[in-house]
């Protein structure tokens, strides 16, 4: 015990308290990065959760999310997303532009919500949207949890034509007979690997071999986290198909994407 350890979590306390308020006044907001193919085209945006919380400005999801998902927070908050993604697409076609597809972030416990593929079916349905506007990403720890219910729930969704994502790969523990059975289009490389790719060979040859591997399993890659154009050149020699690129676009608000 410490007295640093008991403002951690009281910290905790007030976050969990302040979430469930920040639902009831609309205090989340999408924030949308761009996903590139090697030619710069653009291929996707992912969206990605802030909170503006009261007294301490736009807050990123490392601060919420894992306090969220310690209990069905993390679901309300799912859907409040589900539901404000939807509401985007739609307004971005009203107005007669192009849509991109979104992706969107799973946690586990919404893994673990059998109407899940329903909840979402009936969202774009709805709003008249094709199902191949939304994409999904789900951690590879999360995916692996129980693999063969994550097998059962994201088999549905592709089966409606949504594409999927493993998310953050090799930062937990994959076993590669279900990596090759989940119903997954494209694999994400972890940021913190792309960090030191540039300095750090054993980095390297991971993202090499990562390419590799998920290449020969018919899968897209995708890097996170791209911040250099070193980092950027030593990708695209590796076959890398992707980038999220802070120095072409951070996560930005949907009308300044
Ligand atoms: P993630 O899904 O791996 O999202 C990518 C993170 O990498 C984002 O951080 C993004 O801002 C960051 N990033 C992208 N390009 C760069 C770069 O070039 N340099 C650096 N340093 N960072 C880059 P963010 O927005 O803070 O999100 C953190 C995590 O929070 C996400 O990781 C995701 O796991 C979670 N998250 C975000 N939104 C949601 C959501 O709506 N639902 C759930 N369940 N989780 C979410
Ligand atoms: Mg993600
Ligand atoms: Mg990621």
């Known amino acids: 015990f410490s007295p640093e350890l008991n403002q951690a979590a009281m910290e905790r306390l007030a976050i969990e308290h302040q979430l469930h308020d920040a639902l009831q006044r609309d205090q ?5 990065q761009p996903r590139l193919a090697r030619d710069g085209r653009v291929t996707g945006v992912e969206a990605l959760i802030r909170w503006n919380r009261p007294g ?86 999360m995916a692996m949890e129980n693999p063969e219910r994550a097998s059962l729930l994201l088999g549905r969704l592709r089966d409606m034509g949504i594409r999927l994502a493993i998310d953050d790969f090799g930062t937990g523990y ?11 289009d494209y694999l994400k490389i972890d940021r913190s690997f792309v960090a030191e790719i540039t300095h750090d060979n054993n980095d390297l040859a991971i993202v090499r071999g990562t ?19 070193g980092q950027l050149a030593l990708l695209t020699g590796a076959d890398c198909d992707e980038f999220q690129r802070f120095h072409f676009a951070r996560p930005l608000p949907a009308d300044e994407l």
């Open 211 to 229: 390419i590799a591997l998920a290449h020969s399993l018919g899968l897209t890659v995708v890097a996170e986290g791209v911040e250099t154009a």
């Open 56 to 141: 301490h400005g736009l807050q990123l999801p490392g601060r919420f999310i894992p306090v969220a998902e310690e209990s069905e927070l993390i679901v309300l908050i799912g859907e409040w997303v589900l539901a404000e993604v939807i509401r985007q697409l739609r307004m971005w076609l009203d107005a007669g532009l192009s849509a991109p597809s979104v992706a969107i972030n799973l946690s586990a416990r919404q893994l673990r919500l059998t109407s899940l593929p329903e909840q979402i079916a009936e969202a774009l349905r709805s709003a008249g949207l094709p199902a191949p506007l939304l994409e999904f990403e789900v951690m590879e720890s």
């Open 28 to 32: 989340f907001v999408l924030h949308y």
């Open 174 to 184: 994959s076993s590669l007979s279900y990596l090759k059975r989940l119903p997954f």
